[in-house]
């Protein structure tokens, strides 16, 4: 429930705000005033809160005193200014500009010129200097922008009339159209508008501001804006601010321009300036890659005077951000003016390089190195890349807008690249530029690659911030997007050919390219010496790495089945295995005994098919205790129903009906087929499995039990070292656990002996009656190990194959979670769980060894949870184990959760 009184405060003018107060003030508004009070160029202005935005949002209108108070900061805004809004003869015209709490690049709407009407559009150009083209240029705008964000005019039908224009002018070039042509584009424009919209185009200023206003509110619910912040898991209900601005005009001329830039090259990471200038534009055009930018080194050529300005500017906003800044400018006739900054969105290659960078400068410490990078990064960084030889030439090559190695079918059009990845097929889109509308295809596609556009174009900032690979701006090829095809250097491709894009050297290449390791993997892996090397990336992480392991409390263990796995997790950092899985074990050829074991009609059969699977269990024991060498091992005993290790039924009753029409001998099939009935169950999932499985077939577990205790005592004669923690799955009463482990103690002691040996025997806690039932289980348990697929799966009462297709994206649409709980752990259900279990199981036994396994421990979320919840360590994937040991490291040194958006 929003409540609104008169006395609420939601209009902060900028020499009011300052950086830290972005909840309040938006990203954009924070930053305009912490410029504003560092004496920074900025056209003055004030900002409306969120608060005002999300009271709008609860109620459907401005909260009381909301109109006072702007009202009251345009006369003070018009009096700084010496104009008035929309006066006729010298009219002050303003921006109306979103901007949230987090930076949604191009999802919300912003207006130009709002001010400008029939009247005012000459007083303008007089102020201007009898500056016709330039007024009505600005007014056409305005009505473009008007139309399109706050009426729902189709803005086709706006860029269609300009294509006419130009068409009829024979040109391609804005900036050939003079004043006439733009009067009577002005013209078209408010035709465009009356039958859209049922009404003319508003010449009260006041009104176009607050229905700009309103716009900006409403824009927080537009379904892109929905869309995008459920990719980036922006809260749904933070709302948005909106920023009144002051115009300053890059369209007066070629003395004039707008641009953007970065202080560091946000791919790389590299030292230097990054950006794009557009002489006698509007901001917008810069944004949208229009027309095809120069890179602002160029700028200096132009107009030295506000290029040095400018870098001396960026220079002060990194050294005061202490961070790579992005920037948005306009020059107006020679005179600069900022308009927004903010700490800049980066590529995860630059994150780890930029903050290495940042500690050899002294701005930030440690610490806040490792603050500022991320687990997610780190996994996108361990992505494959192309492997190149002479056989693939690229055809194109455009700008690496966001890095990653992808190819896949071409596709044009959004709603294709949808169909397509439905269907599991990898597909690039390919436009010429991309827009907001077509964000839908562009997290279905595997890869973007567009002919126009900088790496500050719509496709290269969006597809950053998902991670996807992106290729912008590659103008050899023309794009077709009604014919479905594009044509580079005399060759034709079309919808459905294979293509493969490279997001760092932008490069294209047809057919699809074979891919090879990353640097990060390689390193990882051991391959490429960190100290030895001059890639500047692999330098970074290992030192942010050093720096995570040194600081971290949660040990980091893998989820491996095999010797080979668990080589590879150890290469990764892995400290242990948390879950080694039996199941494997009963598999191949194998299943043979298997078999034997579920048919066997006696005792005596039954103790000789296990008799027969000791040896080879053992085995495998010891290759995956030889690779660990000391460290701890957790072997889950058998977990899944031995139902699952026959063949499926179908296939059976086939295979038994056609050997008897052909008179064949079937008595063993047949038994097979009736053991499969007889064991047929309703709910796999909640039937005869885990520990029930251990507690009916006789010798099952015990054999297990054996082969781990044999196989360490074996490793350890040899001279190694074993560290087995025996695990029990499934487990819901400590009567279960109890029975279980008396009889593995027993044949432990016999097997062990006076070897030294030392295994420990504990239980997963994955059913929830265990979690509520801790501090009994820990009685007769050594450790507990949080199966958290399975807690999430009975918490929740669903299963995962089930529901992840069936309805989970509804439940997501419909923000029951804004995240599924099996990616990330449901912290207030599931979580609570896990708080209990390990609160009531270490108050039991003091010390109680507490872990998870299950994937949940590599998600970087789940792992500040497990932080904060007290547990000894997290188990997850080989290639996980890199990530989970950042997040750990961030974890111990973030007490108040993480912001690295
Ligand atoms: P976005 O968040 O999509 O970047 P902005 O609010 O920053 O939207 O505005 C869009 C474009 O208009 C930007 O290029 C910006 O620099 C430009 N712009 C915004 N306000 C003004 C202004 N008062 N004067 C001149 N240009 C402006
Ligand atoms: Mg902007
Ligand atoms: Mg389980």
Not at 368 to 393: C, I, K, S, T, Y
Not at 609 to 623: G, I, K, S, T
Not at 787 to 799: A, E, P
Not at 875 to 898: D, H, N, W
């Amino acid at each position: 429930m929003v409540t609104t009184h008169e006395t609420d405060k939601y209009v902060y003018d900028f020499a009011e705000g300052n950086k830290d107060l972005k909840d309040l003030l938006g990203g954009k508004g924070a930053n305009l005033a912490e410029m504003t009070n560092l004496g920074l160029p900025v056209p003055p202005g004030f900002t409306i809160t969120t608060g005002a935005c999300q009271a709008y949002l609860a109620t459907g209108r401005e909260p009381d005193g909301l109109a006072g108070q702007i009202e009251a900061h345009l006369e003070a805004l018009e009096r700084a200014m010496g104009r008035r809004l929309g006066d006729p003869q010298d009219p002050l015209l303003v921006s109306v500009r979103s901007g949230a709490r987090f930076s949604m690049p191009g999802m919300m709407e912003t207006v130009l010129n709002v001010g400008l009407n029939d009247r005012s559009v000459v007083g303008l150009s007089e102020q201007a200097g009898q500056n016709d083209r330039f007024a009505w240029d600005s007014y056409r705008r305005l009505i473009q922008m008007f139309g399109k964000t706050v009426c729902e005019v189709p803005g086709e039908e706006f860029e269609h009339a300009l294509d006419e224009a130009k068409r009829a002018k024979g040109t391609h070039d804005d900036l050939d159209l003079d004043a006439d042509d733009l009067r009577g584009l002005v013209e078209t424009y408010k035709k465009i508008f009356a039958k859209h919209t049922g009404r003319e185009f508003p010449q009260e200023p006041r009104e176009q501001l607050d229905l700009a206003i309103r716009a900006v509110f409403e824009s927080w619910n537009a379904e892109r804006a929905i869309l995008y912040r459920r990719q980036e898991r922006i809260p749904a209900d933070l709302g948005t601010a909106v920023n009144v601005v002051a115009m300053v005009f890059g369209n007066l001329g070629p003395d004039s321009g707008t641009g953007v830039a970065f202080t560091r090259d946000p791919g790389s990471g590299a030292q230097g300036i990054y950006g794009d200038y557009l002489a006698n534009a509007q901001g917008e055009d810069v944004v949208a890659g229009i027309r095809n930018t120069v890179p602002l080194q160029e700028l200096e050529r132009l107009d030295k005077t506000s290029y040095d300005q400018l870098l001396d500017i960026m220079a002060r906003l990194e050294g005061h951000y202490q961070d790579l800044c992005d920037i948005e400018f306009t020059i107006e006739r020679g005179k600069l003016w900022m308009l927004q900054t903010r700490v800049g969105k980066r590529t995860a290659a630059a994150a780890f390089v930029i903050a290495g960078q940042l500690v050899d400068e002294g701005l930030i410490d440690l610490d806040e190195a490792l603050h500022r990078v991320n687990g997610a990064q780190l996994a996108q960084l361990m992505f494959p890349r192309f492997q190149l030889d002479h056989e693939f030439e690229a055809v194109a090559r455009g700008i690496g807008a966001s890095p990653g190695a992808a190819s896949g079918a071409v596709v044009f059009t959004s709603a294709r690249a949808v169909e397509l990845a439905a269907e599991g097929k990898s597909v690039i889109l390919v436009r010429r530029e991309t827009n907001p509308d077509d964000l839908n295809g562009m997290i279905a596609a595997q890869g973007i690659l567009t002919s126009r556009g900088g790496k500050t174009s719509h496709a290269a900032v969006v597809a950053r911030g998902m991670g996807k690979t992106c290729v912008s701006g590659a103008d050899e090829i023309e794009v077709n997007v009604p014919a479905k095809r594009f044509t580079v250097g005399g060759r034709t491709v079309s919808e459905g050919d294979v293509v493969s894009i490279d997001g760092t050297t932008g490069k294209v290449y047809l057919g699809e390219v074979p891919v090879t390791l990353s640097e990060v993997v390689q390193y990882f892996e051991g391959s490429l010496d960190p100290e030895r090397t001059d890639d500047a990336l692999v330098r970074a992480v290992h030192r942010i790495m050093t720096h995570a392991d040194a600081r971290r409390r949660l040990a980091v263990r893998t989820n491996a089945d095999t010797g080979a796995d668990a080589a590879r997790a150890r290469r990764f950092g892995a400290e242990g295995i948390g879950l080694c899985r039996t199941e494997h074990m009963f598999l191949g050829d194998r299943r043979e005994l298997v078999e034997r074991l579920i048919l066997a009609a006696s005792d005596a059969e039954r103790t000789d098919a296990l008799a027969a699977l000791l040896p080879l269990q053992r085995q495998d024991f010891v290759e995956i205790f030889r690779e660990m060498a000391g460290l701890p091992v957790t072997v889950r005993l058998i977990d899944p129903p031995l139902h699952e290790f026959l063949p499926p039924l179908e296939q059976l009753a086939v295979n038994v009906a056609v050997a008897q029409e052909r008179g064949e001998d079937v008595a063993k099939e047949e038994a097979l087929l009736a053991a499969v009935r007889r064991m047929h169950e309703e709910n796999p999932m909640l039937g005869l499995r885990g520990v029930r499985l251990g507690l009916v077939i006789p010798g099952l577990f015990a054999m297990q039990v054996r082969a781990i205790a044999e196989a360490a005592v074996a490793v350890t004669r040899d001279g190694g070292a074993a560290c087995p923690e025996i695990m029990v799955p499934l487990v819901g009463a400590v009567q279960e656990l109890e029975t279980v482990r008396a009889e593995a103690e027993k044949i432990i002691a016999e097997v062990v002996g006076d070897s030294g040996v030392e295994v420990l025997i504990g239980t997963m806690i994955e059913v929830p009656r265990a979690a509520l039932t801790a501090g009994q289980i820990a009685e007769a348990a050594q450790f507990f190990s949080f199966g958290t697929n399975d807690l999430t799966q009975m918490g929740w009462g669903f299963s995962r194959d089930d529901v992840e297709g069936a309805f989970f994206w509804r439940y997501l649409e419909l923000g029951i979670f804004g995240i599924s709980p099996f990616e990330s752990i449901d912290r207030d259900g599931v979580g609570r769980l896990i708080r209990i279990a390990a609160e009531e199981g270490r108050a039991a036994r003091p010390g109680l060894k507490l872990g998870v396994c299950g994937e949940h421990g590599g998600d970087p979320d789940s792992v500040h949870f497990f932080h904060e919840v007290g547990l000894d360590y997290v188990s997850c994937s080989p290639f996980r184990v890199p990530v989970a040991r950042l997040e750990a490291g961030r974890a111990a040194i973030e007490t108040t959760g993480s912001d690295s958006r």
